[in-house]
DNA sequence: CTTCATTTTTGACACGATGTCGAGAAAGCA
DNA sequence: TGCTTTCTCGACATCGTGTCAAAAATGAAG
């Protein structure tokens, strides 16, 4: 057995952060091989192909997210919590020079695009996958929230709502970059959640 | 001179439909061509690229889609128009099959993605453009509901809520392909917007 | 220590995409 | 009829993905 030249996670931060900054189409092997050092050809060798080395490398930035997402919204009142939420959100989609948007719904809009190719589903599912987390973390701050008379509608349908718009804050820091603006929405949006009539 | 031997409608209508249902980057002009009947150098002589080819398509789009889009939000009671809106949206979204999603969500994340390309920068005003005067139909809209006593909230950041709804609504579309999720999250939408507290 | 088996590395190759270029073809006009 | 202008067409350069076989490096067995 000969051993590995590179690291194995290196290669899938490196990659990862490429993909993040110009999309998975727009990145190629030859530049990921160029910034971590390796050849081409190893890559193939040890992740099989283009996507599947993005897949690997989504997951373990879904991972990494999902445990911040879990610490944001463990603390205070609800309409912290969900202030929380936003923030972690809207900071995620800025972060980079320039800011790299959402890599989930960029992957989504760029993978889950092509008709039935294979990858792209397993692609796909990935995405989707994270969104119903996050979805679901968001529903139990709200049950929770419900328990202690700080939310009186419909814990499963505010969620989808909540996380409908930070979707919709994705394709929005795209078309605007204004950050601003973002924050506005979301503010609004938790409003619109909490002041609710009864529901 | 001599006359070209298509038309230039038709290329148009040709190469958007390629485009949305297989992504810019997944559309390559010999697709095109074959669909066409055309040569693919034809096509270099009369659009210059292969962006600057989707960009025209794409506003040939974005024109008919606005006339839509006034008709839909023209007619009823606030709720039945902004009903209206959402089923219209929706609709394009699911069009075809299997269904196409949202073009101009799927540009901005494909094509405003990579850093300052030049054409990727005309492309996302393209885009921004579309989501701008969808905003602003839609303020008029709530504003005009104000006037007759139907709403009582910001009719501008309501506006800027629900277009970044539908945005939302575009990215879950390609992440579940449920529609009768879309259109519970758009009619909850309506009643959050309508149903809110004194403002 | 030598030999062997296994895995990684490496470079060459096939293929398809974008975009350029120049030669040839087809019209309009003098 | 001949000239000019534009379009069409095929060849080419370049870059991307993905495959393959040969070479290199290591651990284990004799």
Known sequence: MRPREFDHDDVLRIAFDQFWRKGVRGTSLSDIARDAGVQRGSLYNAFGSKEALFLQAYERYAGNYLLALQKALGMGSLRKRLTAFFDLTISNFRS?????GCPTTRGLMELGAA??????????QAFASLVSRITALVQDTLS??????EFNGNPAAAALHIVTVTRGLAVLERAYGDEAQLRKIASHTIDLVLDKKGG
Chains 1, 2 share one sequence.
Do not use: K, N
């Open 96 to 100: 980079g020079a320039p800011p790299r």
């Open 115 to 124: 008709e039935g190719e294979g990858l792209d589903e397993e692609a796909r």
């Open 144 to 149: 929770a929230g419900a328990r202690r008379g």
